[in-house]
């Protein structure tokens, strides 16, 4: 699949070309002078999720900057 790729990221006039790559395929894809520059996640969800998901993040960030805030308050020692 390399070999198919690299003449396309060639003739666009393409320096570096970014991939996904699995940490066992580090040593395979070297011997072609592919290198991990950065590892990275990959999240999945189910589209009908993400909704409540978010909703459940935006509570959560709320709540941790609620109990900063009353943290830094100068009448939280009294």
């Avoid at 666009?12 to 991939?19: E, S, T």
């Avoid at 894809?29 to 520059?37: K, Q, S, T």
């Avoid at 909703?55 to 109990?67: G, S």
């Amino acid at each position: 699949m390399l070999s198919a790729i690299v003449p396309i990221y060639r003739q666009a006039g393409r320096l570096k070309a970014v991939g996904v790559m699995s940490p066992e395929e580090q040593a395979e894809n070297a011997e072609f002078g592919i290198r991990l520059v950065q590892p990275w996640m990959c999240w999945t969800f189910d589209s009908r999720l993400v909704p409540c998901f978010c909703e459940h993040v935006d509570r959560l960030f709320d709540a941790l900057n609620a109990r900063r805030k009353r943290s830094e308050s100068p009448y939280s020692e009294l």
